[in-house]
């Protein structure tokens, strides 16, 4: 087992990848930004270093600093977590040439996967379904428009160089081609420097459903069966599960060779996701993430496999001591992303200090965070604050866990998404299982504020809660010897309005 271990992250997966290296016994070394340096993953580690101040280009993103925090601290390894340089193959290089080892696949695999036209040439060679279309760019709008008659309309136009759907067009018809090929180079050449642009078939109404795979470098690989990741906004995913509600076992188990070939054919080593288009009964590769990804809590709580563990065990040298026919899914786990953005101003960001943090416990309630009560939340990084998971025996015991939870979560002094989590916990097509990458663009109610309609009932209910907050906390006051709990909206992390 690797003896120390350099994060080179922050927040809720920093705090993960800490945890795991603690109980295998190996020392665990931070790197912190100035406005970090009394974070929770700072004080989690056994040491800490600093990087530099607040803005990433200056201290996560600086390679330079992060190589020299792992010279002074002696660090033999190098977790990137994800984000960051997590998937950015000159970082594994540079690890590597410093004679550390790099916790993640081969600095060329993260390389191939990065080149979306690449990943995919190498998924149709290896028999890999991918969506019709492309496995190279196109040079020009001549060349497009020929492309987009033989793949047939509607087409959609994606980055060669990164996925998230920058520079991603659809086009619905020929005549509109030209304008949106010129739209989509000019964004992906802001976005990644690289203004090649490739074309598949446009699907619909798809589904975001992926395969966790693992691989051990000694010609092991298994899948450790799928993610549904379809509520996304604009790319960045809010809540994820597993299994997916509508996968039948036939089709997890094709799935998930599917992922498995996909690994070995790029001769995959750690943990990474291939991500699938799910439709109509038929999936199609969409990317290969080489990174652990910020939703593999689902997955191990249906497995009971700690995937970070096998990581570091992986990176360490370790054989994986199970086969694929071991591996079980057991029960149904649902994840919601909690951020510092209010979902009813359009996940605006939200900054300040977090005055009050309550976290949900009981049966099957996890929470991986990154936050503390005094945090201060800022715009310099992701909006991430933690992740509320729950598993529990089905998945309608899921959500009503996950209901629970979320009633008794409180984090007070920034807005948060909690909210929009909890209306969704009520929504008729989720409690079904009726997803598509389209759910929010269909469900705009989840994100509507009701506050303004009801705006003098809550401003009475809200005043009548208050009198009452006083008043019991004037009766705690003199129970207060005992400690008596003041049962009131606001412990819930419920807004006054919402004493329901
Ligand atoms: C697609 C697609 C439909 N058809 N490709 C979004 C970013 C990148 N991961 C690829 N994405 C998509 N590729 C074809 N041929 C729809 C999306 C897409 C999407 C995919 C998964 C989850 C959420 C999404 C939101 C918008 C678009």
Known sequence: ??????????????????????????????????????????????????????????????????????????????????????ERAAFARAVQEAGLVFVGPPADTIAAMGDKTEARRRMRDAGVPIVPGLVAPVGDVGA?????????????????????????????????????????????????????????????????????????????????????????????????????????????????????????????????????????????FLEMNTRLQVEHPVTELVTGIDIVAWQLRVASGESLDFAQEEVRLVGHAIECRLTSEDPFRGFLPSTGTITELQVPTGPGVRWDGGIHAGFQVGLHYDPLLAKLI????????????????????????????????????????????????????EHPELLEDRVMDGGLEAMAVAAALLEEEDRMRHRATRVGDRGGALPSPWRRGLPPWRSG
Request: hydrophobic share 45%; aromatic share 6%.
């Open 1 to 86: 087992m690797i003896e120390s271990l350099l994060i080179a992250n922050r927040g809720e997966i920093a705090v993960r990848v800490v945890r795991a290296a603690r109980e295998l016994g190996v020392r665990t070394v931070a790197v912190y930004s100035e406005p970090d340096r009394l974070a929770p993953h700072v004080l989690a580690a056994d040491e800490a270093y600093p990087i530099g101040p607040a803005p990433s280009t200056e201290s996560y993103l600086r390679v330079d600093r992060i190589l020299e925090a792992a010279r002074l601290s002696g660090a033999r390894a190098i977790h990137p977590g994800y984000g960051f340089l997590a």
């Open 144 to 284: 497009a428009t020929e492309a987009a008659r033989d793949i047939g309309y509607p087409i959609l136009l994606k980055a060669a160089a990164g996925g998230g759907g920058k520079g991603m067009r659809a086009v619905a018809e020929e005549r509109d081609l030209p304008r949106a090929f010129e739209a989509a180079r000019r964004e992906a050449m802001a976005a990644f420097g690289d203004g090649a642009i490739y074309l598949e078939r446009f699907l619909e109404r798809p589904r975001h459903v992926e395969i966790q795979v693992l691989g051990d470098g000694h010609g092991n690989v298994v899948h450790l069966g799928e993610r549904e990741c379809s509520i996304q906004r604009r790319h960045q995913k809010l809540v994820e599960e597993a299994p997916s509600p509508v996968l039948k076992p036939v089709e997890r188990a094709a799935m998930g060779e599917s992922a498995v070939k996909a690994a070995k054919a790029v001769g995959y080593v750690g943990a990474g996701t291939v991500e699938f288009l799910f439709q109509d009964g038929e999936f199609f």
């Open 390 to 441: 729950v598993h529990a025996p089905t998945r309608g015991a899921a959500i009503a866990r996950m209901a629970r939870a979320l009633d008794e979560l409180v984090i007070a002094g920034v807005d948060t998404s909690t909210p929009f989590h909890r209306r969704l916990m009520e929504e008729p097509d989720f409690a079904d299982g009726v997803l598509s990458i389209r759910y929010l663009e």
